[in-house]
């Protein structure tokens, strides 16, 4: 369990890295708090002919809200998050599904851009991305470019980021999940990658008596199932409804088997926690709406 | 002894071992680096469960930089004697593929470079020519004629079979009101230490001899079965276990192959070699406890007295017997009455070969898997006779008064009072309250469940039990054999303080402070004034064959030898300073640092001054007296004897008591289980230091709990090993850990004079069962099996549920 060599380089700014990424490609592995990388460097599953230490790029750590997006940097520590009374108030579903990602001490390195990197499709911020409509911002010596999390990650350890670009923020929409919103997942123990997670947000139009929903089930299949949506005016029967939009999402699964969970066991836990936490989400933002 | 009021021994000293471990200055087998120009060793390990090799080309790995060379089994074999087992069937166990691999992991080459990184990459570059075979890893499937077998030699995988019967079982079922019936699997398990195997092998020519450096933890007993496979005497084998380890659990004893490894390709690749084994290596191919296939039988009268039990133990031993095996399936055996009164007993015991890593010393060692059976039986029978569970329990214990007990199949009970351990445990546990509440929450449909579970935990082992593999013919024609030796030694220097070495080995279990405590208690000494050498060595130090830190063996055995070799010291030290004195040698006490007139304490001298005279001043000495203070101690319980011509044996020294309770809620819709309650209840006789027995209860409670929860090292069907990392093998962390509520009473042990019983094992034993019979309990289901992971829980909990 010895990586097999690699050269390591630890750029000084953003501009040196990304000439980096350019010249070497698919060569190059980007390393940020390498509780990822390590293991596949050291079980040689990786075996990049350079790594790159990106965690001196002080500007890529900064929290910054820009309109009605919150733009955490590649370097934002998922503890950061956690510590954060604005992430808190402008994403609580991110911060609420980061209490289950690793541990203090993993959380403490781990980023959150690395998490949306590696895109293990049990993870819980891919997940919450995806659900909440978020998205990936990409950069290169050619171009930024920004993509939704919808299309950014394709499946298990697959992303639509290409080999020269690197990951500089992730980008959270703030007006979903802040009226009503839940998190929920069952894993075998404490920390680990959820065997499957549950995600939702709804939220009440200002200007009219609509309203707007997402859903997310991560660990189910490769890449997180998502149903966004929403209405002129809020459903008579929440509960009803919850299970419409459980019964869409679920319809065709084919859920993951490995070691630990069967099949029958995920889709039973895609149908139960799914149906949780959105009936929870829908009655907090809608509840009132409805009395 | 031990039980006066101002004696350091019962007391809660701080652990002496812990400045150490916290300031990062102890140090373990990767710290070492006793000579210079040590080679680092990488092994190449087979990816297939089963394969015949066909040659193995290693020239582009020898040629690579920093690479100091290659070897295979095929060069080794010149070199090495199979290592033995107490199981006679013909097949050979060398510490390196041969001419076949039979486990996915097993070493084909090792590769000796300048550091790991390189050898590494060495390893790579070897390319093996393998013909893979079909694998086998269950065990009932590995008794079918069609298997693949293992060994060709040994004509099939069942490599051992021994029947026994004590007392007249058949006639106990026959007269029996109610007989329970459970077959199940055990997964297999490992107690995972925080530091893995290492070692370092040093091979010299002249004079030729070898010595080696490990966090190898005994049983010494290997030793001279490691010589044998170097084919050499025992005296040109030393080895050196590190001051410090990190962990074993029983573990660290499966490498003693990988020394033997090593040290012959230190002789064939001229340097010494160091390996330190990562964690895949270890999980996949150190050892663990034993997956098995059991059934047990039990026989109860109308009012639930046990009258008979039959157990039908198949154990899977993975691709070889490896010493002590197959012990692991006789450590429970004279003593399969459990705590219960129980005299007729019929026992079956095989043993199949799989294409698994081979088993070794766990942490409970055969305990886990014996009580799986006997305590789910109890429960099972309580159910079915209608009489609680706790009421069964204690209508069928050993009488108090009754001890020393013999149990019908030979183990010797030295103290107990198991009821009054139950009573404790019921009431710290609040048990009516307990079931109360499952009353009420079965009401609203609800699953609570109440475990119980109690059992013995044998301490110090007698190393003769594992000769019950062989007929009392086939014991007679190999000679007598028992006992369970331990050696301690008590130095005092001329400036008068104290060394002691100990033969334990202890991982982490504070037998340095023990020690000291008792050192300190003979010599009139403070604990932190005594040094404990627990850097066990077998080119210096007294040793003999059960030396090593296995079976609870230190507060059963070990801390007998330290009392006697402490009193000789003192004894010798209040006869000088009597002469000094001029009083009686029966006058002088020694307390606080000094040899004193008792009753007139200002009257004394420094005991430095004593000790001064005996290497200072020889001539002065009393006539007959040897110079010095230095003193072995070599000590064998005697009720350790040789099994008799009936198959019973004295097993253990000492029998501590245990009963643990658990009260749970299945949650339907997801399979979890929420703890509410967890109380366990110790009689560990009298406690040496109640920190070390908390800690221990503690740390085998999670040993327990992560078996019962998480724990299993899978295969699939085809051998493939499935559980190489730490995200796979799942321990459980602090977080998952429920609260354990531990309380304990004591039953003064007659085997040493401290009356402590060996402990440590004993939560690892029923921390499985006890949760299995709470699940049990809330599903209203007689089958449950290990571990209660999601999954498995919410299939039985949701039995309509169904397929994949
Ligand atoms: C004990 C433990 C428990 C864990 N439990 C969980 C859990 O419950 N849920 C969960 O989701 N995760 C869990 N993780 C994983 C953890 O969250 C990781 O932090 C995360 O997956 C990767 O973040 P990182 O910063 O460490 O990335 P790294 O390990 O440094 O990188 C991961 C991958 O992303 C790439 N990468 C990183 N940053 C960038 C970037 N800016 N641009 C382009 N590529 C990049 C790397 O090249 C690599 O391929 C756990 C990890 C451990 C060790």
């Given amino acids: 369990m010895k990586p097999a060599a690699f050269e390591y380089c630890r750029p000084d700014s953003l501009a040196e890295a990304l000439a980096l990424l350019s010249e070497y490609g698919d060569e190059a592995a980007v390393l940020a708090g390498g509780l990822s990388l390590g293991p596949l460097l050291n079980m040689r599953m990786a075996r990049p002919e350079v790594v790159i230490d990106i965690n001196r790029l002080a500007d890529l750590a900064r929290i910054e809200r820009d309109g009605e997006v919150l733009r955490l940097g590649a370097l934002v520590r998922q503890a950061d998050v956690l510590a954060s009374a604005e992430c808190q108030d402008l994403v609580p579903l991110l911060v609420a599904a980061l209490g289950h990602v690793g541990h203090y001490q993993t959380r403490d390195r781990g980023t959150l851009a690395g998490s949306a990197a590696h895109a293990d499709p049990?993870?819980?911020?891919?997940?919450?991305?995806?659900?909440?409509?978020?998205?990936?911002?990409?950069?290169?010596?050619?171009?930024?470019?920004?993509?939704?999390?919808?299309?950014?990650?394709?499946?298990?350890?697959?992303?639509?980021?290409?080999?020269?670009?690197?990951?500089?923020?992730?980008?959270?929409?703030?007006?979903?999940?802040?009226?009503?919103?839940?998190?929920?997942?069952?894993?075998?123990?404490r920390g680990d990658f959820a065997i499957v997670a549950a995600a939702a947000w709804a939220e009440r139009h200002d200007y009219d008596e609509g309203y707007r929903y997402g859903l997310g089930l991560g660990g189910v299949e490769e890449w997180s199932l998502v149903s966004r949506g929403g209405g002129r005016r809020a459903p008579e029967d929440l509960a009803e409804f919850a299970d419409e939009v459980i019964a869409g999402v679920t319809e065709d699964i084919e859920p993951m088997r490995d070691q630990r969970a069967s099949a029958a066991y995920r889709r039973h836990l895609a149908d139960h926690l799914g149906r949780k936490v959105l009936l929870r989400a829908l009655e907090t933002a809608l509840g009132e709406v409805q009395s | 002894?031990?039980?006066?009021?101002?004696?350091?021994?019962?007391?809660?000293?701080?652990?002496?071992?812990?400045?150490?471990?916290?300031?990062?200055?102890?140090?373990?087998?990767?710290?070492?680096?006793?000579?210079?120009?040590?080679?680092?060793?990488?092994?190449?390990?087979?990816?297939?469960?089963?394969?015949?090799?066909?040659?193995?080309?290693?020239?582009?790995?020898?040629?690579?930089?920093?690479?100091?060379?290659?070897?295979?089994?095929?060069?080794?074999?010149?070199?090495?004697?199979?290592?033995?087992?107490?199981?006679?069937?013909?097949?050979?166990?060398?510490?390196?593929?041969?001419?076949?691999?039979?486990?996915?992991?097993?070493?084909?080459?090792?590769?000796?470079?300048?550091?790991?990184?390189?050898?590494?990459?060495?390893?790579?570059?070897?390319?093996?020519?393998?013909?893979?075979?079909?694998?086998?890893?269950?065990?009932l499937a590995a008794l079918a004629t069609e298997a693949p077998v293992l060994h060709e030699e040994a004509g099939g995988n069942l490599v051992h079979h021994r029947q026994f019967a004590y007392g007249d079982p058949e006639a106990a079922f026959a007269e029996a009101a109610e007989v329970v019936r459970l077959a199940w699997r055990y997964p297999r398990q490992s107690a995972t230490p925080m530091e893995t195997y290492g070692a370092i092998a040093h091979f010299e020519a002249a004079p030729e001899r070898y010595t080696v450096w490990s966090n190898f933890q005994g049983p010494f007993i290997l030793q001279p079965l490691m010589a044998r496979a170097l084919g050499i005497g025992g005296n040109q084998l030393r080895l050196i276990a590190a001051a410090h380890s990190g962990g074993s659990f029983g573990i660290k004893q499966g490498l003693y192959p990988y020394l033997v490894l090593l040290a012959a390709a230190s002789r064939l690749l001229g340097c010494p070699l160091k390996w330190v084994e990562d964690r895949l290596e270890h999980l996949s191919a150190s050892s663990s406890a034993a997956d098995r296939a059991d059934e047990i039988e039990a026989a109860f009268d109308g009012e639930g007295h046990l009258t008979g039990l039959r157990f039908d133990n198949l154990v899977n031993v993975g691709a070889y017997v490896r010493a002590p095996e197959p012990a692991s399936v006789?450590?429970?055996?004279?003593?399969?009455?459990?705590?219960?009164?129980?005299?007729?007993?019929?026992?079956?015991?095989?043993?199949?070969?799989?294409?698994?890593?081979?088993?070794?010393?766990?942490?409970?060692?055969?305990?886990?898997?014996?009580?799986?059976?006997?305590?789910?039986?109890?429960?099972?029978?309580?159910?079915?006779?209608?009489i609680d569970p706790a009421e069964i329990r204690r209508r069928n214990f050993l009488a108090a008064d009754g001890f020393p007990y013999e149990g019908p199949a030979g183990a010797i009970y030295d103290s107990g009072d198991y009821g009054k351990g139950l009573e404790m445990l019921l009431e710290i546990a609040d048990y009516p309250t307990l079931r109360a509440r499952r009353d009420a929450a079965r009401a609203e449909g609800r699953l609570f469940?109440?475990?119980?579970?109690?059992?013995?935990?044998?301490?110090?082992?007698?190393?003769?039990?594992?000769?019950?593999?062989?007929?009392?013919?086939?014991?007679?024609?190999?000679g007598g054999r028992s006992g369970g030796v331990a050696c301690a030694s008590v130095a005092m220097d001329p400036s008068g303080t104290v060394t002691v070495h100990l033969d334990s080995t202890p991982a982490g279990q504070g037998h340095a402070t023990v020690a000291a405590q008792i050192v300190a208690d003979a010599l009139g000494l403070r604990p932190e004034q005594i040094q404990v050498d627990t850097a066990m060595d077998t080119g210096s130090g007294a040793w003999s064959l059960a030396s090593g830190n296995y079976s609870n063996r230190f507060a059963a055995?070990?801390?007998?030898?330290?009392?006697?070799?402490?009193?000789?010291?003192?004894?010798?030290?209040?006869?000088?300073?009597?002469?000094?004195?001029?009083?009686?040698?029966?006058?002088?006490?020694l307390a606080e640092g000094r040899a004193r007139i008792a009753g007139v304490p200002e009257q004394g001298i420094a005991l430095g001054r004593v000790a001064a005279a005996t290497h200072w001043h020889p001539a002065g000495l009393p006539d007959g007296m040897a110079p010095g203070l230095y003193d072995t101690a070599l000590l064998n319980p005697a009720v350790l004897d040789a099994p008799d011509g009936a198959d019973r044996v004295a097993s253990a020294v000492t029998f501590g008591f245990l009963c643990d309770l658990v009260a749970l809620e299945v949650e339907r819709a997801t399979g979890r289980l929420r703890i509410e309650r967890y109380a366990s209840v110790h009689d560990v006789g009298r406690v040496l230091n109640p920190i070390v027995?908390?800690?221990?209860?503690?740390?085998?409670?999670?040993?327990?709990?992560?078996?019962a929860m998480f724990e299993e090292l899978a295969y699939d069907q085809d051998g493939n090993f499935l559980s190489g990392s730490f995200a796979d093998y799942l321990c459980p962390t602090s977080a998952d850990l429920p609260p354990l509520e531990f309380a304990n009473y004591e039953t003064a042990s007659p085997q040493n004079p401290f009356g402590s019983k060996g402990m440590g094992d004993g939560s690892s034993m029923l921390t499985p069962v006890v949760l299995a019979n709470a699940v049990a309990d809330a599903l209203d289901l007689d089958e449950v099996e290990l571990p209660l992971s999601l999954d498995r829980v919410w299939r039985l909990a949701n039995p309509e549920t169904d397929g994949r």
């Fill in chain 1, 122 to 189: 049990s993870a819980e911020v891919p997940l919450c991305l995806k659900t909440l409509a978020g998205a990936v911002e990409l950069t290169s010596e050619r171009q930024v470019r920004r993509v939704p999390a919808d299309d950014f990650f394709q499946g298990t350890l697959t992303t639509a980021r290409a080999d020269d670009e690197m990951i500089t923020a992730l980008l959270w929409p703030t007006d979903r999940g802040r009226q009503g919103f839940a998190f929920e997942e069952v894993s075998e123990r």
């Fill in chain 2, 1 to 139: 002894m031990g039980d006066r009021a101002d004696s350091w021994v019962g007391r809660a000293v701080p652990r002496l071992e812990d400045a150490a471990l916290l300031t990062g200055n102890a140090r373990f087998i990767d710290d070492l680096s006793p000579l210079p120009g040590i080679r680092h060793v990488a092994l190449l390990r087979s990816p297939h469960p089963h394969a015949r090799i066909l040659g193995i080309d290693a020239e582009a790995a020898r040629a690579m930089p920093g690479v100091v060379g290659v070897v295979t089994g095929a060069e080794l074999r010149e070199h090495l004697n199979p290592l033995a087992s107490a199981v006679r069937a013909p097949m050979a166990y060398y510490p390196i593929a041969i001419d076949k691999v039979r486990y996915a992991g097993e070493p084909v080459a090792l590769v000796a470079a300048e550091d790991r990184y390189l050898a590494e990459d060495a390893a790579e570059a070897i390319e093996v020519d393998y013909q893979p075979l079909d694998a086998v890893v269950d065990p």
């Fill in chain 2, 330 to 386: 006789y450590r429970m055996h004279a003593a399969a009455n459990g705590c219960y009164r129980v005299r007729h007993i019929a026992i079956q015991n095989r043993l199949v070969t799989t294409n698994k890593l081979p088993i070794g010393l766990n942490r409970g060692y055969g305990g886990p898997q014996f009580y799986f059976g006997l305590e789910r039986a109890m429960d099972l029978a309580a159910r079915r006779l209608a």
């Fill in chain 2, 449 to 478: 469940g109440i475990g119980l579970a109690a059992g013995v935990e044998p301490s110090g082992s007698n190393m003769a039990y594992v000769t019950l593999a062989q007929t009392p013919e086939e014991r007679e024609k190999a």
């Fill in chain 2, 557 to 589: 055995i070990v801390v007998g030898a330290i009392a006697e070799s402490a009193g000789r010291i003192a004894g010798k030290l209040k006869a000088v300073a009597a002469e000094l004195l001029e009083v009686a040698a029966d006058d002088v006490e």
């Fill in chain 2, 693 to 707: 027995v908390e800690g221990q209860v503690r740390g085998g409670f999670a040993h327990g709990f992560g078996a």
